[in-house]
């Protein structure tokens, strides 16, 4: 009786440390935070738990006894248990759902390293017919073929026990790799599941708009130039950022940097192009000094450069025409980002678009504009505006007839101004104008009017006979415009009443789970260049991805049981069990 009385305080003491050692695990990894450093003594993991072992003389003692279990492959393990609990609980809820839809978001991008990663997240819709969308994982991708992403899919798919007949929506970026129509991901998966709606990232489409508008003119285009070409100045030189900084804070008390712009970078132009216009005067004292000191003579040139197109007038008016056009347009890709957008949601917001776009398109608009720009010329002293000398055609080309010349600037200007305008209400048409979306919107048009069509009979998990009666009842008694709306009709019912309805509530979570914009993935990129630096850039892939997993689910992270963890680690070793 005595051996088992030490025996058990023995275990109590190993558990009660085993404990304190997942804490660590799981507050190093929510927080994105390096286990190891150069060595492992010097780590974030060894030092934490060292802080802990100052107040438990009971898990100072245990640590010096076994160093086995605060190992990297006990580290390791951990993180694997905790990631897969959290992957667990993910497919549970969808599992858990009255119906089994789902839709599948992928991305990919480099680390550090320069190795493939591959994002893979789901969508679902909950029971309180709330969209949600969960990121599964990273997965090193030794080829981005849509064949080869196909197979890691459909690996991903079949390990948390997902099958392709639950599949009903994908989204992706434009890459043909992607979206391409013959060997393209979402076209492989379309010949397994033709269910699965593939849909064009919204928030990339209208990137791909506002560059085609960027660069529809040249006042546009070349104005965006310099303000790039200005931020890579400031950001290669320390020296020419400081004179900059202290000019600005001379003249008006305050700084705000200017960044290059990046083609990739959905939403940096308006206010790139706001830092400018707010500190020209500043700019342009600055780019003088530099261009006057006694720099390198790459720098000084280049400031030289921008200080002689900074201070033409057509540069002010480029930036307040590509300023009142790029507004617009990234304000709509802010709106599609949010997690709980529709496809509905999205074509309307596409299209209050395009109709601002269309009252824009008006001759008072562009001389409120311009007049803004010419008075803003006045006050900085600038070179008034003018439009470029235009080379007249030979009479060999152009024939006798006079080659018409724009009589002001005005008349100059207004023309670029309707050509990007004309740009982007093109773009807007064709980039959102998808084919694979006629389903979507047949489906919308069913539960909007009652009117029954084809589409119904695609779907297994949708009943003709009783979607016309439930629709028929639904209709008589509540007013919806949209399935948003009869969403929350049906998210406000009580159970009882909410169960004569379970084909209309199916048709709305089909409506609503499949995915706008790939902006999840997106966001776990974030996640990956946080993790893996170049102080861990040897990092493996398990590792990689069990962080991964635990710091993007942070939430559902902090709500993990320990004991639970810790339970599951002692039952992968006898060892562990009489230790433990």
């Known amino acids: 009786m005595q051996l088992c009385s030490i ?22 990894a929510k927080q994105g935070l390096a286990l190891r450093g150069h060595d492992n003594d010097d780590g974030n993991f060894k030092q934490h738990l060292d802080e802990k072992a100052e107040n438990d003389p009971n898990l100072a003692s245990w640590l010096q006894k076994y160093h086995s279990y605060t190992s990297p492959a006990c580290q390791n393990e951990l993180l694997m248990l905790m990631s897969n609990n959290l992957i667990r609980q993910i497919t549970t809820e969808i599992h858990g759902l009255p119906v089994l839809q789902f839709s599948l978001i992928m991305d990919g991008t480099q680390d550090i390293s320069g190795t493939e990663q591959v994002s893979i997240c789901l969508r679902y819709v909950d029971d309180g017919l709330e969209p949600k969308e969960e990121f599964v994982g990273l997965y090193e991708a030794s080829s981005t073929t849509g064949e080869h992403l196909f197979k890691i899919a459909s690996d991903v798919l079949l390990r948390l026990d997902l099958p392709f007949s639950g599949l009903r929506g994908q989204t992706y970026d434009g890459a043909a790799n992607m979206s391409g129509h013959l060997s393209g991901l979402q076209a492989q998966i379309r010949r397994e599941q033709p269910l699965a709606t593939f849909v064009h990232c919204g928030p990339h489409c209208v990137n791909l708009v506002t560059q085609a508008a960027c660069t529809s003119t040249p006042v546009i285009r070349d104005a965006l130039q310099w303000v790039h070409e200005l931020g890579c100045l400031f950001a290669q030189s320390g020296k020419c950022k400081t004179i900059f900084k202290d000019i600005c804070i001379s003249k008006k008390g305050s ?94 917001a596409v299209e209050y678009t395009r109709q601002g776009f269309l009252s824009l398109r008006t001759n008072d608009s562009f001389m409120s504009i311009y007049g803004k720009a010419v008075k803003l010329v006045a006050d900085l002293d600038l070179q008034p505006v003018h ?46 104008d998808q084919p694979s979306l006629e389903n979507l919107n047949k489906l919308e048009e069913l539960l909007l ?81 946080r993790l893996k630096t170049w102080l861990r850039s040897t990092m493996t892939q398990l590792r990689l991805n069990s962080t991964a997993v635990c710091h993007v689910h942070r939430d559902r992270l902090k709500r993990l049981d320990k004991r639970e963890i810790a339970t599951a680690f002692i039952g992968t070793s006898e060892r562990r069990v009489y230790i433990l």
């Open 255 to 348: 700084f705000t940097s200017i960044k290059p712009l990046c083609a990739t970078r959905w939403t940096v132009r308006t206010p790139a192009i706001r830092a400018v216009l707010t500190q020209y005067e500043s700019i342009l004292a600055a780019l003088e000094e530099m261009a006057s000191t006694n720099l390198t003579d790459s720098t000084a040139s280049k400031a030289n450069g921008l200080l002689d197109r900074l201070e033409k007038g057509n540069t002010i008016l480029g930036l307040l025409l590509g300023q009142e056009i790029l507004m617009m347009l990234e304000d709509l890709n802010l709106s599609l980002q949010a997690r709980g957008k529709t496809i509905s949601g999205m074509l309307k």
């Open 7 to 28: 025996s058990e305080s023995a275990q109590e003491k190993a558990r009660s440390a085993l404990i304190e050692i997942v804490s660590s695990v799981r507050y190093l």
């Open 449 to 529: 009017t009652g009117k029954t069509n084809d589409m119904v009979s695609l779907y297994p998990e949708l009943d003709l006979q009783k979607m016309q009666i439930q629709l028929a009842m639904f209709k008589a008694n509540h007013t919806y415009t949209s399935c948003k709306e009869a969403a929350q009709i049906l998210r406000g019912m009580q159970p009882e009443v909410r169960g004569l309805f379970s084909q209309v509530e199916t048709l709305v979570r089909l409506l609503i789970v499949v995915p706008v914009s790939s902006c999840e993935a997106e966001r776990s990129f974030s996640a990956l260049r």
């Open 387 to 432: 439009p470029p000398h235009v080379r007249m055609p030979s009479r060999k080309y152009g024939g006798p007839a006079k080659h018409h010349t724009p009589a002001t600037p005005e008349e100059y200007f207004r023309v670029h101004f309707f050509s990007a305008i004309d740009t982007v209400i093109t773009q807007l048409h064709d980039r959102f």
